[in-house]
């Protein structure tokens, strides 16, 4: 099993016993102490770390200032005279004093006691009085601390929710990609060794931890579709010995020499032409396309001191899509 799986276990426990009220505040935290563990959520789990331990004070016994906004971000906080505290208790602390003071409401009454003498009326009502201010004060910290354990509660569903919908989502997300990438993959078995080559160049880049490499993995995701471009453009007008291609819409684009761009759109333009599947796939080639460029751009003129590995991460992942829409056209047309 692995570590999503548990934790979309863990998730489930935390959800459906919260609704059914079959698990405590405090086993649901711990249920989401795992969860952030095993997902890697290193901020949650310093949250649910202060929940579990207790938040860390200072030698004056003031918690310390990044707990305390830990704290109250995450259902401690309360205004009160119009200044901002936290509570501190521990949900396993609220439970253990709220089943105390419950027990406790059974013990002050005046039931069975009774007195005598001139005073007995006098002493019946005094009895009568503590009773009821000691029971008052019962309940009343009671529904405070009850209050203060819905809170707690809610918090813990919410951050086992929000995390279910995200493993879940992202388990979708991977067998739609995976069920994607197969289709994609049979469609490149048909481009050039050379091309093939790139795709497999840009895996070592973006495992490195060199900035420099991550520039280099762009370059190379402009290349990948330059040998596209012009690989499709041979096939598809094989013939073509005009320099300039009229679109639909009337403008005239160069398809001459590296200006790989217009081959494409006009190879894209034609696989539209064909498919019954109408789509946006070549404005958002053509949009992926001058992005990269325009960051390369910006890299070589120092504008940007590094390319990120999020960048290049994204224009891996948009490139393999974009490169897969084009080859899945093509699949279309020829099943025509």
């Given at each position: ?163 279910q919908i995200e493993l879940t989502f992202g388990n979708i997300a991977t067998d739609i990609f995976s069920s994607y990438r197969e289709k994609v993959d049979n469609g490149f078995s048909e481009l050039s ?59 005239e684009i160069d398809v001459s020499g590296d200006h790989y761009k217009n081959k494409l759109s006009a190879v894209i333009e034609k696989l539209e032409e064909k498919s019954a599947n109408k789509s946006l ?47 899945n056209m093509q699949n279309d047309c020829s099943k025509k």
């Open positions: 099993m692995t570590k999503m799986e548990k934790a979309l276990i863990a998730c489930e426990k935390v959800v459906e016993g919260i609704e059914d009220e079959t698990i405590s505040t405090s086993s649901a935290m711990l249920q989401c102490s795992k969860i952030a563990r095993l997902t890697n959520d290193e901020e949650s789990l310093i949250w649910l770390q202060y929940e579990y331990g207790g938040y860390p004070r200072d030698k004056e016994g003031k918690v310390l200032s990044e707990a305390w906004k830990i704290g109250y971000k995450n259902g401690r906080g309360y205004n009160q005279d119009g200044a901002q505290y936290i509570f501190t208790e521990l949900a396993s602390e609220l439970e253990q004093k709220i089943e105390a003071q419950q027990n406790a409401i059974g013990n002050f009454t005046t039931q069975g006691t009774s007195v005598g003498g001139d005073n007995a009326y006098i002493a019946m009502n005094n009895l009568t009085s503590t009773v009821a201010n000691s029971t008052s004060g019962l309940v009343k910290n009671i529904s405070n601390n009850q209050k203060r354990l819905a809170s707690l509660r809610a918090r813990y569903y919410e951050y086992a929710l929000v995390k060794k050379e091309t093939i080559l790139k795709l497999q160049a840009i895996e070592g880049k973006i495992d490195s931890d060199n900035p420099e490499m991550y520039s280099q993995a762009l370059a190379t995701c402009r290349r990948l579709f330059e040998n596209v471009s012009v690989e499709l453009f041979d096939k598809y007008f094989p013939d073509y010995s005009d320099k300039m291609f009229k679109t639909k819409s009337g403008k796939v070549g404005s958002n080639i053509i949009y992926l396309i001058d992005w990269i460029d325009n960051l390369n751009s910006l890299h070589c003129k120092g504008v940007h001191a590094d390319v990120t590995r999020g960048d290049a991460e994204k224009a891996i992942i948009q490139t393999y899509i974009c490169l897969g829409d084009i080859l």
